[in-house]
């Protein structure tokens, strides 16, 4: 927004102002309320005239209900967390459990700078299982006779980042 509004970009402070009060008077979604309304009970007023907004909530109830306006938002972010919750877990699947002895390709993370990345694979080994850790954590290490760099590879790797190695 800071950038948006700034015609000059090195005064930026001209424009917080007018930023921070369409932060504080945005509906949040899962609260459903704007942030200023959440913590004094009022909707803010701005430069503009807001009189037309004044008269049109002025006939309904009292504005300064922050108990009540509270516990409804409070509700809503329950509702929201509830739905988000929902939500993530519709696309997820439990780890794959790996034991002492499988063999396991990782993902290939090559961040080397200046390196065409597009076409390597996304996996690299097979790799061994050295040892179950506890939170879905697993020791991995080269297999002996398929070592791929001068030093012997131990890691730490969780099962987002191991796929079972496929013996045809």
Do not use: H
């Amino acid at each position: 927004m800071l950038a948006k509004l700034s015609e000059q970009p090195n005064r930026w402070e001209k424009v917080l102002g007018a930023v921070e009060f369409a932060l504080n008077n945005s509906v949040c979604r899962s609260a459903r309320e704007t942030p200023s309304r959440l913590l004094f009970g009022i909707n803010q007023l701005g430069e503009i005239s807001d009189s037309l907004r004044l008269v049109l909530e002025s006939d309904g109830e009292d504005e300064r209900d922050l108990l009540a306006i509270r516990g409804k938002a409070s509700e809503n972010i329950a509702k929201c967390q509830r739905a988000n919750e929902e939500n993530y877990n519709r696309k997820r699947k439990p780890a794959t459990r790996y034991q002492k002895g499988d063999y396991v390709m990782i993902s290939n993370r090559d961040v080397t700078p200046g390196v065409n990345k597009k076409l390597l694979p996304k996996f690299k080994g097979p790799y061994v299982v050295e040892k179950v850790l506890d939170n879905d954590r697993y020791v991995i290490k080269d297999v002996e006779g398929f070592q791929l760099t001068r030093v012997p590879f131990t890691g730490i790797v969780g099962p987002d980042q191991m796929k079972p190695w496929i013996r045809y």
